[in-house]
């Protein structure tokens, strides 16, 4: 399995942007597809984007497409999510996975990281 750390999150203004970093470990890097996926207080846990191993297909909800765009460093072991216009909605706990194949459904994906917190105020 990946290692995966994300990193980016914090505190941001209605209609600002932020860009979460995730971090992989491991040579085969570009075998995974990546997925970032998001989590309030009291609901499930909802997909956000995901791309392809070689980044040349991404996968939004209508929720943020437009808004949120999902890149990866393959050089760098590392996928991007660079959100803007955010919204109060936007607000949770943001995790990024690997998996052998692009799904938006958590259960298609095998490593996970530890989560960071994002934060929109009105």
């Known amino acids: 399995q990946v290692q995966l750390v994300e990193s980016g999150g914090g505190l941001v203004q209605a209609g600002g942007s932020l860009r979460l970093s995730c971090a992989a470990s491991g040579r085969t890097f570009s075998s995974y597809a990546m997925g970032w996926f998001r989590q309030a207080p009291g609901k499930e846990r909802e997909f956000v984007a995901a791309i392809s191993g070689r980044g040349r297909t991404t996968y939004y909800p209508d929720s943020v497409q437009g808004r949120f765009t999902i890149a990866r460093d393959n050089a760098k072991n590392t996928v991007y999510l660079q959100m803007n216009s955010l919204k109060p909605e936007d607000t949770a706990v943001y995790y990024c996975?690997?998996?052998?194949?692009?799904?938006?459904?958590?259960?298609?994906?095998?490593?996970w990281g530890q989560g960071t917190q994002v934060t929109v105020s009105s």
């Open positions: 996975a690997a998996a052998g194949s692009v799904s938006s459904t958590a259960r298609g994906y095998g490593s």
